[in-house]
T-cell receptor, first 114, second 117 residues
Framework: AQKVTQAQTEISVVEKEDVTLDCVYETRDTTYYLFWYKQPPSGELVFLIRRNSFDEQNEISGRYSWNFQKSTSSFNFTITASQVVDSAVYFCALSERGYSTLTFGKGTMLLVSP | GAVVSQHPSRVICKSGTSVKIECRSLDFQATTMFWYRQFPKQSLMLMATSNEGSKATYEQGVEKDKFLINHASLTLSTLTVTSAHPEDSSFYIC?????????????FGPGTRLTVT
């Protein structure tokens, strides 16, 4: 069965600091998809990224970057030069091949203070 | 594209009454819709998976008679919380899969906050 672990429950940083959110996953399938979502206080889930298991290239999008390492079953998310607007709960999720069901981690609450 | 709406965004109801939440895919056809429940400061928990025209598949521990799901069309699924109790108060989120974009992608609605008094 698949599992997603986000060991960091809450992280507090000061604006402009870099912060990395950890995500470790478990799956028996060789084909799977990994996701990151942001949930601001309003509650709506905001899609950030999808990565399939065959694409281990790191990705950068503005201040966001993702490090996918199959060897350690990790898909970590880094925010560079954090801003107050980055304050939210961030969820990592996994979907196995052929299934659209998502397994979510418990989420990491990020608090960025001015 | 791939917009999902939910209505209402907030609802307060009295204990013992039923409340219906609608989930609509606005610009695509959703062969599959999902219903999640989220308690404060917790993760999303899948309640059920709904395929258009067929009965929903409920996750273990979710009472199908209490949480009635109907997916009558490719753009609409409804969740009815019957005989609501205060412990049903939660944030309910739906999502939908677009068959034209691949079944692995889910698009989330903005959520419905239910408070049962």
């Amino acid at each position: 069965a698949q599992k997603v672990t986000q060991a960091q429950t809450e992280i507090s940083v000061v604006e402009k600091e870099d912060v990395t959110l950890d995500c470790v996953y478990e799956t028996r399938d060789t084909t799977y998809y990994l996701f990151w979502y942001k949930q601001p206080p309003s509650g709506e889930l905001v899609f950030l990224i999808r990565r399939n298991s065959f694409d281990e290239q790191n990705e950068i999008s503005g201040r966001y970057s993702w490090n996918f390492q199959k060897s350690t079953s990790s898909f970590n998310f880094t925010i560079t030069a954090s801003q107050v607007v980055d304050s939210a709960v961030y969820f990592c999720a996994l979907s196995e091949r052929g299934y659209s069901t998502l397994t979510f981690g418990k989420g990491t609450m990020l608090l960025v203070s001015p | 594209g791939a917009v999902v709406s939910q209505h209402p965004s907030r609802v307060i109801c009295k204990s013992g009454t039923s409340v219906k939440i609608e989930c609509r895919s606005l610009d695509f056809q959703a062969t599959t819709m999902f219903w999640y429940r989220q308690f404060p400061k917790q993760s999303l928990m899948l309640m059920a998976t709904s395929n258009e025209g067929s009965k929903a598949t409920y996750e273990q521990g979710v009472e199908k008679d209490k949480f009635l799901i109907n997916h009558a069309s490719l753009t609409l699924s409804t969740l009815t919380v019957t005989s609501a109790h205060p412990e049903d108060s939660s944030f309910y989120i739906c999502s939908a899969s677009d068959r034209d974009r691949g079944s692995y992608e889910q698009y989330f609605g903005p959520g419905t906050r239910l408070t049962v008094t």
